[in-house]
Structures are given as C-alpha cells and as structure tokens.
C-alpha cells in the first residue's frame, strides 16, 4: 500500500529534509508542498537538492489542499499547527498527522505557559520510538496504529538520548543536569533571529537562549519523567545551545553527578542495555565518544560517555543530525510504526562523508 503525504509549512529547513525523505521512501509518495510566504515560487527555488520536485511549486497552506492525503506533515512554527490540525481532524477524523512543531509535546498547560505562552492544547503521542519508560517498555508501543504524532524536538533528542537510561536506572542526580549543546544553524530554523545570523556568515560560534530560557527544557524533563517516574520537582537542568559554522548537525555534551557507587561501567551498561536492539541508537566502546561527521544524513545517534573522577559527574556525548533523525528521520520513523511498515524503511543508518 502506498499512502500519500502532505506537508505543510515545506519551505522550511525541516519541512525540505521531510520532503526528500518522503520522495525516497518505498511505500510514501509525496503530494502537496504548502507554504505561506513563498506560495508560488518553485520548490527548487528553496530546495535545490529536491531534484525529484521537478517544476513544482508550493501550494497555499489550507485544509481543501491539506486533506486529500493520507497523512499530513505539519512542519510549522509554534502557535501556528493546533489550530490547522484541529481543522483538519474535524475535516476527516481517519487523516494521519505528524507535527514537526512543539504545539503538541507537552503535557502540562503551566510548561507551555512559561516557554511559549497562548493556548496550550491537548498533546499528541510522542514520536520517540526508543524512549525507554519507567515500566521498562519503549514509547514505541505507544506509536503503534497512532494517528496523531508529536515529533520530538531537535536538541530535546540529543540530550533525552544521553540521559533517558541513566535516569531510568536512577544512576545519575537528576536534580543537577546540565547540557551544553553545538548546534548548526539549520537547528534554529530557516526564520532564524536576526541577531544569530552572524553565526552562519562570519564563521564565529554564538550561545542563544541561555539562563534556562529555551523552550526544549521541559520537554526534555518531561520525558525524563516518563522514563523514571519521578515527580518534576526532581528534575532540573540547565541547557546552552551554541550556534557553530557547520550547516547541520549537534553534539550534545550532557553532564550529571553519578549517585551511589555508580561509575562508567554502570553507565555504559545501562546506555548498552537500553538501547541494544535500537538499529539507530550507535553506542561507542567505554571511554569513546562520537562527532557529528559521524552521523551526518543518516537516522543515527552515537552516544558516548566519559566520567571525571575528580568531580564525580559523567559526560554523555551524543551526535544527531538534527534535520533527519532529530526532525525528518524521527517522524517517518514514527510514522512508519504508525502505519504497519517495517520501522527501518526509507532511512540508513549510515552518514555521508563530511
């Protein structure tokens, strides 16, 4: 069976990356490309690399054009995909959706307040396969037969991969995260401020959202939540992206104080054992740790650790490249579970050459 996909908000970095993966996807074909500003031009105007565009061009961005699909991609910024996707439910209740933004993440009204502020609406099931949750199960089981996903965040993956199964295993202090993250540009979106752009022209490195303000934070505590049981209150971290001159990609250095008599091979073992039959999940020998060349255009994360004796904290290092399995990747990934197609299908775990 094929099904046939819409995306909504496709001349962005995200919604282009979702774009060609769909187009390359055995058991997808690719439909109506939707834009708001750029409604008219050609697909290859802003996406170059989608050869298999051809001379289309993008769509206006409503429902008629949205809901003669199988699946919809809503690959929009925050505030703007509740209310489309709500009409869209309304529309045709059996339609498949995916939103590559965070109106849908998370599960306090009080998070969504405090880090993006208007309406908080009901979220949808989360689109972390490998999510380890407190029971002992994976979110995958949740994403199966789904008809509403949420995508995870970009920079929420790097670190929840890193810390999800150290949580899990109570091995690290929760209470005292912090994350320090190198992120290409294409993480912050195609509308980036204008006070970043500096970053991507001039080849310098620029911190942004910094004193707790960016808005992964909770969700990156809510799942940590989930894979731990504990309350909110237990959790706490601190989290610096920093801009750098590499067009995609983050690596995510993730820092904890290691509780009891835990050392690095406790947390080896656990990062091993949670993520052992993960074909995605790349965790190096002890002591080894990844680069985002490594993992560049692939569905791929490699995990690493390091622990400092003398401060008693370990360092988790994971590299993702952040437009496939920290956006695209991980919502065909997801989607592909919701459907009943093999998991795998459409993505490699191998990178590109840097």
């Known amino acids: 069976m094929t099904f046939r996909i819409a995306i909504a908000g496709a001349s962005g970095y995200a ?27 050609f697909v290859r105007e802003l996406h170059p690399q989608l050869r298999s565009a051809g001379d289309t061009v993008f769509h206006t961005t409503d429902v008629d054009t949205l809901v003669d699909h199988d699946v919809v991609v809503l690959a929009l910024p925050h505030g703007q995909s509740a209310e ?26 009080d998070d969504w307040a405090a880090y993006y502020g208007g309406e908080h609406v009901a979220p949808w099931t989360y689109g972390m396969p490998e999510l380890v949750l407190s029971d002992g199960t994976k979110q995958r089981e949740a994403l199966v037969g789904a008809h509403r996903i949420a995508a995870p965040g ?32 294409s993480g912050a979106g195609r509308t980036l401020r204008t006070d970043l752009l500096a970053s991507e022209r001039l080849s310098s490195a620029q911190a942004y959202a910094v004193g707790g303000t960016h808005r992964h934070i909770p969700e990156i505590l809510q799942s940590l939540a989930m894979a731990s049981n504990r309350s909110r209150s237990d959790l706490a971290l601190t989290m610096t992206p920093v801009l750098v001159p590499m067009s995609r990609g983050i690596l995510a250095v ?100 840097p």
Request: aromatic content about 2%.
């Open 84 to 109: 489309l996707g709500e009409q869209l439910v309304s529309k045709k209740p059996d339609l498949t959706i995916v939103d590559l933004g965070a109106d849908r993440r998370l599960v306090d009204p």
């Open 154 to 185: 970009c920079n929420a993956s790097a670190i929840t991969f890193a810390l999800a199964p150290l949580a899990h295993h109570g091995l690290i202090d929760t209470g005292d995260l912090v994350a320090t993250l190198a992120v290409g540009p």
């Open 254 to 353: 993730t820092s904890a104080r290691l509780t009891g008599n835990a050392d690095l091979s406790a947390v080896h073992h656990a990062l091993s054992h949670a993520y052992a039959d993960e074909q995605f999940v790349d965790v190096l020998a002890e002591g080894a740790v990844p680069s985002t060349g490594s993992v560049l255009g692939s569905n791929s994360v490699g995990v690493g650790a390091a622990f400092d004796e003398k401060t008693g904290r370990v360092s988790v290092v994971t590299a993702i490249d952040n437009l496939v399995k920290g956006t695209a990747g991980a919502a065909i990934q997801s989607l592909n579970i919701a459907l009943g197609i093999p998991e795998a299908t459409g993505l490699t775990i191998d990178g590109v050459a």
């Open 15 to 41: 919604g282009g990356e979702m774009a060609r993966l769909v187009a390359a996807h055995p058991s997808f074909e690719l439909g109506a490309l939707t834009a708001h500003s750029n409604e008219g031009r």
